[in-house]
């Protein structure tokens, strides 16, 4: 699949970025824009220029001002550009009028990442979810693009489904997506075949989760010995790996490795890579890795968080695992713990800190019960009913710090009480 992006020979990008202010800082907006030029590099492009432009409200038919619409348009004729990117999503109609005015190959940041998909995809699954969620944006986008599109050339942007079947009517895309949708039904329907036997034998699952280029796969090599492919690039993992692992207390757990996410990561490939990051969604625990020798590091949080909580996995049990602390810098601090929750510093490359997150397994993961007492105190009513339905209650008493119980429980329901573990037995 690399060697299509290689095979390519470099186009020359300009990167365009707004910084709008309205929710986001400077520091954001050039932040993101480093990230495309990331991105473009993974695509094949070679950056040339970058700009930046303050500007209180996108404009309706251009998206930047007239004036940088002519600086960009002199950039290019300058520098030799072959397209230009923007950091954001645009409508059909401006990349229109942008292709029209500036005379080159107009991108945005969605096309974009979903061109890179679509060179990485690997599996069948991965190559429907890429398609789906290319000609989901392309369809109210596609009156006139084509022909723009077939003037500019190919190259980045056209990877994916052909260029021929774009220029054809709606109909067709409409006929192609309902395909492809059912086509994902299916094997959907396999996927939880495999889940339902896996969830019979009761083993449980951890997965990794992260921003793009966290360590996730570095992570699971590290600690299954497995060989998936880790690298310094955006994206390496599409699909989803499944190793197992054996604890020291000889209990087997499947780690999955995950998509990376990303800021700004577009709608239609959430949605499209829904049943495969739902791996994330109905796992045991999650392992939450974090880069944390990254300058970004609370703005990946976030992002992360985020996007966990869109697919409606916010509230699982989690383990931070702050990776590549081998290359964090002592003056470097990680985010506090009332934002992020506990976590175990690791590195995958010196394997320092592994032993310890194994323990923290050992302790989250569901399997083992333990015996512990509990304090819940009135204002949190709500967990003693949770702890009913959750857990086994051996003894409860009425004090008046709260109610205080002895419980029996697993690693998932001590993951959602721990502030209330007065005392852990074995
Ligand atoms: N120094 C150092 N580098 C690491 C560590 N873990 C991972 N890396 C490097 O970070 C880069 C990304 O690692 P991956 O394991 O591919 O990251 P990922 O989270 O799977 O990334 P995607 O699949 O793209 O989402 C690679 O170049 C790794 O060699 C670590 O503990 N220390
Ligand atoms: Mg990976």
């Not at 299509?4 to 186009?11: D, G, S, T």
């Not at 997506?177 to 034998?201: C, P």
Request: net charge negative.
């Amino acid at each position: 699949m690399d060697k299509n992006i290689n095979e390519i020979q470099k186009e020359r990008a300009i990167l365009v970025g707004v910084n709008s202010q309205k929710n986001s800082t400077s520091a954001d907006a050039e932040a993101s824009l480093a990230e495309l030029e990331r991105l473009a590099d993974t695509a094949g492009a070679q950056s040339v220029a970058v700009v930046l432009q303050n500007l209180p409200a996108i404009k309706t038919a251009t998206y930047v001002g007239e004036g940088k619409v002519e600086e960009i348009k002199q950039a290019c004729e300058h520098l030799d550009a072959d397209v230009v990117i923007f950091d954001d999503e645009l409508t059909g109609s401006q990349v229109r009028n942008l292709e029209q005015l500036i005379g080159v190959k107009i991108l945005d940041r969605t096309t974009l990442i979903l061109d890179i998909f679509a060179a990485r995809a690997q599996t069948k699954e991965g190559k429907i979810q890429v398609e789906l969620a290319q000609l989901r944006y392309r369809l109210p986008r596609l009156s006139g693009m084509g022909a723009s599109l077939s003037r500019l050339g190919g190259g980045i942007g056209t990877r994916g489904p052909g260029e021929t079947k774009l220029e054809s009517d709606r109909r067709h895309i409409r006929k192609r997506i309902g395909y492809l949708e059912s086509e994902l039904q299916k094997i959907k329907k396999h996927r939880n075949l495999l889940r339902s036997r896996r969830e019979k034998e009761g083993i449980p699952v951890c997965a990794l989760v992260g921003y793009t280029n966290a360590g996730k796969s570095s992570l699971l090599n590290a600690l299954t010995g497995a060989d998936v492919l880790a690298e310094d690039r955006l994206f390496a993992t599409l699909d989803p790996t499944i190793r197992n692992i054996t604890l020291t207390d000889m209990r087997d757990v499947l780690l999955v490795d995950t998509v990376g996410f990303i800021r700004k990561l577009p709608h239609h490939l959430i949605q499209a890579f829904k049943s495969t990051l739902e791996e994330a969604v109905l796992a045991d625990v999650l392992l939450y890795v974090v880069d944390a020798a990254s300058e970004e590091i609370e703005q990946q949080i976030q992002v992360v968080s985020d996007i966990l909580k869109q697919l409606g996995a916010g509230n699982k049990p989690v383990i931070m695992v702050y990776n590549k602390i081998d290359l964090k810098k002592d003056d470097m601090r990680l985010p506090p713990a009332e934002i992020a929750g506990a976590g175990v510093e690791v590195s995958a490359h010196t394997g320092q800190g592994l032993d310890q997150l194994i323990k923290v397994m050992e302790e989250m993961i569901p399997g083992k019960k333990r015996k512990v007492a509990v304090c819940i105190p009135y204002h949190a009513g709500h967990i003693v009913s949770q702890l009913y339905q959750e857990a086994d209650i051996l003894e409860e008493r009425h004090t008046e710090e709260g109610t205080k119980m002895q419980i029996m429980a697993d690693g998932v329901v001590f993951g959602k009480i721990r502030e209330y573990i007065v005392e852990s037995g074995e």
